[in-house]
């Protein structure tokens, strides 16, 4: 187990189950930062603010912008315009770099290094590390202390990444795909890590392909496409305004007067297998669709509201995007 300090002040608790204040210190930001190579324009006039305290994941498809940005971030990169601070500071200084930890895809680890030298080496650059068996444990790594890096599997791999980024008890740590490689039990172990890390106070940057692991760990969410920012916001409001949630029922009326209801987005009728009447209706407002539905079909049977995924919210937001774009 972890033991960290705790926070200072205790406020209500958000979704993550973090201790918030009222006004959360910013520990990172993009100025209106534009970042090319060449020809090419990896991020346009983005604004990015990370606050203190909980994940914010940081989505969008391949080449959208997101290693970029991490790169900016963790002053591996300079931008060509606006400017990059994290802990109100240039990235590449001592004083950030000492507070930051990193897990990205690519850890270019030594082979030949044992698991605990690897730690013991990853330590020694900080002024204040965790303890070394804290990280082990936390990693889940016990028992694999002796075995050289090259003779881990791809999962144990990860774990031992995660347990470098953490040896610095850094206050941001910036998470690039971390449970890729990892098993479904081993990835919600690592949920659980990351939920304490940010209930003592730790502010995280996430960014994965797992719509799900975004959905259960952010606290907010921006996505990414082609180089700008094109949402910003918790999941739930995300999935809601982007996909709307979904009314299933039997109903008698026909699919033309059911795409003439205000609010409507999509009707769906399922194949012909299906129970006769039964359809499925997106809508943002769903509640003031069912009353309309109730109105022209009192007979309505076999309701049921569901909420949107993240992942139909994220091809929403990036199809539409696409689109607009290519007008």
């Not at 409507?264 to 359809?279: F, K, S």
Request: net charge positive; proline share 6%.
């Amino acid at each position: 187990m972890i033991v960290l300090p705790e926070a200072t002040r205790e406020e209500p608790t958000g979704r993550s189950g973090r201790l918030t204040t009222a006004t959360p210190t910013p520990v990172a930001r993009l100025d209106a930062v534009t970042k090319t190579y060449g020809p090419v324009t990896a991020l346009r006039e983005v604004r990015l603010t990370v606050p203190a305290g909980g994940v914010l994941a940081l989505l969008g498809p391949n080449g959208a912008g997101k290693t970029t940005a991490v790169k900016l971030l963790l002053g591996l990169a300079q931008p060509t315009k606006g400017r990059v601070s994290v802990f109100g500071a240039d990235p590449r200084s001592a004083a950030s770099r000492t507070r930051t930890g990193v897990m990205l895809q690519t850890g270019g680890v030594p082979p030949t290094l044992r698991v605990r030298e690897h730690l013991d080496l990853f330590s020694s650059y900080y002024p204040n590390p965790l303890p070394v068996g804290e990280c082990v444990a936390a990693a889940g790594l016990e028992g694999l202390e002796k075995r050289k890096f090259g003779e881990l599997s791809g999962g144990q791999k990860q774990r031992l990444l995660f347990a470098l980024a953490l040896c610095g008890n850094p206050d941001l740590l910036f998470l690039d795909e971390p449970t890729t490689g990892l098993d479904v039990e081993a990835r919600r172990v690592f949920w659980d890590q990351i939920k304490r890390l940010v209930r003592h106070g730790k502010t995280i940057l996430l960014t994965t392909h797992y719509m799900e692991e975004a959905d259960a760990l952010a606290d907010r969410i921006v996505v990414l496409n082609q180089g700008s920012i094109i949402a910003e916001d918790t999941p739930a409001q995300i999935k809601t305004r982007a996909s709307g949630r979904r009314i299933r029922c039997v109903t008698r009326l026909a699919t033309e007067e059911l795409r003439k209801l205000s609010g409507a987005l999509e009707v769906i009728r399922p194949c012909q297998d299906a129970q006769p009447g039964a359809v499925e209706i997106r809508a943002v407002d769903a509640e003031a669709v069912l009353r309309q539905l109730l109105a022209l079909d009192p007979q309505l049977a076999e309701i049921e509201i569901t909420k949107p995924r993240l992942e139909e919210a994220f091809l929403t937001l990036t199809r539409a995007d696409d689109d607009s774009r290519n007008i």
